[in-house]
């Protein structure tokens, strides 16, 4: 079976940084994708930042203050929050995009969620 463990949640001041990890353990052959999602209150879920076979796609909303990293050798992804803002609270989400065997089709796993609270 394949977990996803988010960590690095927690409650920041406005113009804070917070640094979340996710780490992908289980029965993995290889990953396509790995990212981060999150849902505000009362809101869907929404990406934030993606990286694909090296490339990396970002929100409108968090371009030139979140970073996101991954590393490959440890089936790890990170996300680099700086100047974060109210409008940020929200639970992240991890996501990968990974399969099982060299047959087997790509499926999505996510995380359970971490909660980031940005405070006025």
């Known amino acids: 079976q394949v977990q996803l463990v988010e960590s690095g949640g927690g409650l920041v001041q406005a113009g804070g940084s917070l640094r979340l990890s996710c780490a992908a353990s289980?029965?993995?052959?290889?990953?396509?994708?790995m990212g981060w999602y999150r849902r505000a209150p009362g809101m869907q879920r929404e990406l934030v930042a993606t990286?694909?076979?090296?490339?990396?796609n970002y929100a409108d909303s968090v371009k030139d203050r979140f970073t996101i990293s991954r590393d490959g050798a440890k089936n790890m992804v990170y996300l680099q929050m700086n100047s974060l803002k109210p409008e940020d609270t929200a639970v992240y989400y991890c996501?990968?995009?990974?399969?099982?065997?060299?047959?087997?089709?790509?499926?999505?796993?996510w995380g359970e969620g971490t909660l980031v609270t940005v405070s006025s």
């Open positions: 990286v694909i076979d090296g490339s990396t």
């Open positions: 996501y990968c995009q990974l399969r099982q065997r060299w047959y087997a089709n790509y499926m999505d796993y």
């Open positions: 289980g029965s993995i052959f290889s990953i396509n994708a």
